[in-house]
């Protein structure tokens, strides 16, 4: 069946998957140490929406009740839920952008950059904090987009940007930053634990301020995306049809790497590099809902959602009170789930 | 001046280069209106290079190709889409589309970013399939159909975008017998029912014989000779461009030229 005979079907589904997001942030926020039920978690979040907050009976929920669910889980689950969005949206449009099924949000060398960037600030020992922010962050943010800037350049022939170029230059810049990480690394032992730690990815160190920064970047990246879906349709079939069917290929390509790269940039300054996701869900979306970029980036986006909140709910309560980095559980969880649906879809497989 | 209806498509010498390789050379050609034109020449003679440059997938130098009169250097791509049509040479799908989504992107040129397919588009891509007998396709994955089918989905989605120009890339030469013949039959009867207008390279040249009004011959970047089939295809014109000794007859079931005998010149 077509896109256009299912688009009935996928408004509903959409609204079921949104439903289910809603459900596993609330439940993710009563898992913990503190022990607090559904209903209760509910209630205290409930009760910070204006208007409809003071309808709400607060009486016997402990006051640390709210600061836990408040300020140390729920921002930690948002700020999963946003990482889910972006990496997902960013790998499917890659996907079809490279006529790659191998692409992930992080072929044009980002993840590289920022963990860069990173390590140079922790091995210049700079932990302090500007505008809300770990100067780490900031350092990470910048190293992610001056790599793209610098792949971009390598890429580029006169106007025009090939994409194939465009995956060399990144995989070849990512290798460089890469073993410019490990000599960092190898020169300065004592940092190592605290870049592994930083590169293996966690959003642990999750805060409102990082909440309120990536929620524009992702919300209105992923939005521009989605109004670019049918020339990301028919760039999956060529540039060059792309263009006979009236696209300006050039300009979208570069309107859509400017945005995907500042979502994924945001990313993974704020949270490390947390693998699989912007590959697999896309992938596990295309097995079911076909390729068109219109069902494929919002189904993405609400999926990569829950499944990152689900990863990273898992991240912190599997072995308390330590925490596995959320990047390790996506990747173990992660991968045998898409063999299974890879066996199951042989054939229909790219 | 002829008027801009009958002469949907005018080169004036059109030269591209390629880095210090100049592969098209003083191209002029004027594409009369409802007719079937083959570009034919050996491997190199830049065909393909010139079909590029018409659909604009190359950038052409301005002031050397115009559709309907304006040049396209100044046409937007959406504007040229609702204009001219491209059928690749490669038709290569590896994302899983159905045929019908295939044929509806036809119709981006018309459809504004925030709207969707109307009633309309619809049957325009459903009139589109069923004159390339792909209707009973509709359905199914492209990447599980063969490539005959791919190839008539292709033309289907180009007749979808509604143009009356139509430019085609070889599009014949990875099909069997029966599937080319079927193809050019589906694409003579389209000009015949739509008068649109259609410039195809083509390799082989017994077919092009057989279904183009005219024939362009191009060596080494430049047109070596336009005209008729009878014009184009002679013994001594084999013999320059192809270097090969030939025998020519009258097909005596199309009377057009057919190329009976082929020798490498001495």
Redo the contacts between chains.
Sequence with gaps: MGFIKKKRIYKYFLILALIILAFVVIISSTIGVADISFIDSLRIMVSRVPLVGTLIDSDGIRQSYYFIVLNVRLPRILLSALIGVGLSVVGSTFQSMFRNPMADPYILGISSGASAGATIAIVLGFGGIIGGLSIITLYAFIGAILTVLIVYNIARVGSRVTTLNLILSGVAVGLFLSSVVSLLMFFNRDDIEKIVMWTMGSVSSATWNKVRILTPVVTIGSMIITAYARDLNAMSMGDETAKSLGIEVERVKKILLVVSSLIVASCVSTSGVIGFVGLIVPHTIRLIVGSDQRGLLPFSAVWGAIFMVVCDTLARNLIPPSEIPVGAITSLFGAPFFIIMLYKNKKKVI | MESRGSYPLKIQNLGWKYGDRQILKDINLTIKKGCFYSIIGPNGSGKTTLL?NI???LEPTPKSVFVDSIDVTKL???????R???V?Q?TN??????V???V???R??Y?G??Q??SSQD?EIAERAMRSTNTWHL??K?I?QISGGERQRVIVARALA?DTHIMLLDEPVSQLDIHHQIELMETIQALIKDRNITVVSVMHDLNLAAQYSDYIILMNEGKVVCQGTPHEVITEENIKRVYKLDSYIMNNPVTGKPYIMHVRKSS
């Excluded at chain 2, 799908?93 to 159905?98: A, G």
């Design positions: 590029r659909a604009k997938s937007s791509r959406r504007n040229m889409a609702k001219l049509s491209v690749p490669n799908i590896e994302f899983e589309f159905t019908t989504d295939i509806l992107m036809g981006s040129p459809i970013r925030f969707g397919e619809l509709r359905d994955p990447t975008q």
